[in-house]
């Protein structure tokens, strides 16, 4: 049948790069680079090879030694590999150097998640917020390449372009969208902050977490919103709020943005309206994937990133999320039970805990008790505080 082969898009293969150090060692590096090809395969992009090489600091050059970029750069050739992904952040020269010796697309994690924010984002503001941050992250990275750039919503397949030669005159046209942006987004802010405002009185609760963690599926269990949700990598970018009323008690739950590490701080910066729901919510709710090998890390970089934006201090409920897919890893075979749970190392004693499955719907009921409990009690010290 004719246009089969023509309609089809041929996904895009990348090669990931990271270096084995004291800070990284090579257990650490293989989860890191596990979590970048989930996200390049969320953005749609198949990775072929990982590469790294044990490296105290990167190369000022071409962050990788000179013999890794060569085979790097033989690799890429014989498979006619689209673009190399660094998991970590490159400098100007560096992106420029590794462009010109591998003469294809150079991203680093940073990059990476910018572009996917923005195939994931969907209001006007969401949108505005993640160009503003690809323009200002890519400003002082500019090479002859506009590729980069050119990575628009349509997902993959659409990319590539030379665009404008002079470096002057590319810096110049990110200045003015820069600047074009962020008139849009002040405001945006000012509306955003207006809303805000006039749910004066209610108690919010903010949904945090690292991504994909499960919270736009708690989100719908909760609220009964329709919050997309799926297995991938900010499958949420908006945030989205919905008044919920258990026991008599109303209060406003929001579903925010994921964390993520190395989150780009041009990221952290254009979110404020976003952020600034976690900034003002009375209640977070810290949705934690216990199934996954490092929550326990994912937990102090959600918290790291709370206390950057000045949400450190919040009245939290640690919410242990997918028990239906927990595996005790001690040796002893101990039967996952939500009893045994309960009595693990995991039930903290400096913040409330509460151990569920979103998914299965398994201990809603003990959430929601403890959740309207906070509810109420910040209810009546805002009574009290009215009198």
């Known amino acids: 049948m004719k246009g089969l082969h023509d309609t089809a898009i041929i996904a895009e293969t990348a090669v990931l790069v990271a270096l084995i150090n004291s800070k990284q060692p090579a257990p650490k590096v ?25 490296l105290e600091k990167p ?84 090479s002859k390449m506009w590729s980069h750039l050119e990575r628009q919503r349509g997902g993959t ?3 590539g372009g030379a665009g404008e030669q002079e470096i002057e005159t590319d810096r110049r046209k990110i200045r003015d969208q820069i600047a074009l942006l962020k008139s849009r987004l002040d405001k945006m802010d000012k509306q955003s902050a207006t809303q805000r405002k006039s749910r004066t009185g209610v108690v919010r609760v903010s949904l945090v977490g690292y991504t994909n963690v499960g919270k736009s599926t708690l989100m719908n269990l909760l609220s009964k919103a329709e919050v997309f949700a799926e297995n991938k990598l900010f499958a949420t970018v908006d945030s989205t709020v919905r008044k ?84 005790d890893n001690q040796e002893e075979e101990i039967p996952r039970t939500l009893e045994n749970l309960k009595a693990s190392y995991m039930n903290r004693k400096d913040v409330k805990t509460v151990f569920i499955s979103a998914a ?13 409990e906070e509810v109420k009690k910040k209810q009546n010290n805002m009574f009290s505080h009215n009198l």
């Not at 299965?360 to 309207?372: P, S, V």
Request: negative net charge; aromatic residues 8%; glycine residues 4%.
């Open 30 to 54: 293989q989860e890191y680079l596990e979590e970048l090809e989930f996200l390049a395969d969320t953005s749609g992009i198949v990775t072929l090879h990982k590469f790294t090489q044990r």
């Open 59 to 142: 190369d000022n050059r071409s962050f990788v030694g000179k013999g890794k970029l060569a085979e790097i750069k033989a690799y890429v050739k014989a498979k006619a590999v689209n673009m190399v992904i660094f998991d970590d952040d490159l400098s100007g020269s560096q992106l420029r150097n590794i462009e010109k010796e591998l003469e294809c697309k150079i991203y680093d994690r940073s990059l990476l998640i910018l572009d996917l924010f923005l195939q994931r984002a969907k209001t006007p503001q969401a949108k505005t917020q993640v160009e503003l941050a690809r323009f200002q992250y890519m400003l002082p990275r500019l």
């Open 157 to 159: 397949g659409t990319r």
């Open 244 to 327: 919920v009323v258990y026991d008599n008690t109303p209060f406003l739950l929001t579903d925010t943005v994921g964390f993520i590490r190395k989150l780009p701080h041009t990221l952290v910066e254009c979110f404020k309206s976003t952020l600034d729901e976690i900034r003002e919510a009375d209640i977070l709710l810290h949705v934690v994937d216990i199934s996954h090998v490092s929550f326990e890390e994912q937990i102090e970089v959600v918290n790291s990133t709370l206390a950057e934006i000045g949400a450190g201090d919040k009245d939290t409920i640690l919410v242990l999320n997918k028990i239906d897919l927990y595996q």
């Open 360 to 372: 299965k719907k398994e201990n809603i009921d003990e959430l929601k008790t403890m959740l309207i």
